[in-house]
């Protein structure tokens, strides 16, 4: 369902995501459901490109790597991430 939505120019969504990359979905339900202050895991609105890109970071928006995530943005960092993945 993923990759025909992109086929098809549609926005995916969160719960997509499991089907594509079941270790990524589990976390981010960690972080959307942790019960400390997200601050705590040092996180910024930037993701790992991987090893074949030399692990640069990506930005999930203009200026993500200088945005902490937090409690009270954190709904915007799990919608950001499945538009990351291209065909």
């Given at each position: 369902?993923?990759?025909?939505?992109?086929?098809?120019?549609?926005?995916?969504?969160?719960?997509?995501?499991?089907?594509?990359?079941?270790?990524?979905?589990?976390?981010?339900?960690?972080?959307?459901?942790?019960?400390?202050?997200?601050e705590d895991?040092?996180?910024?609105?930037?993701?790992?490109?991987?090893?074949?890109?030399?692990?640069?970071?990506?930005?999930?928006?203009?200026?993500?790597?200088?945005?902490?995530?937090?409690?009270?943005?954190?709904?915007?960092?799990?919608?950001?991430?499945?538009?990351?993945?291209?065909?």
């Open positions: 369902p993923f990759f025909i939505g992109k086929l098809l120019g549609r926005k995916n969504y969160f719960d997509e995501l499991h089907g594509l990359d079941p270790q990524l979905h589990k976390s981010l339900l960690q972080i959307k459901k942790f019960k400390g202050d997200v895991l040092c996180l910024d609105f930037t993701v790992s490109s991987g090893e074949m890109m030399g692990h640069k970071p990506l930005e999930l928006f203009p200026g993500g790597a200088s945005v902490n995530v937090t409690n009270s943005n954190r709904h915007q960092y799990e919608p950001s991430l499945p538009s990351l993945y291209h065909l």
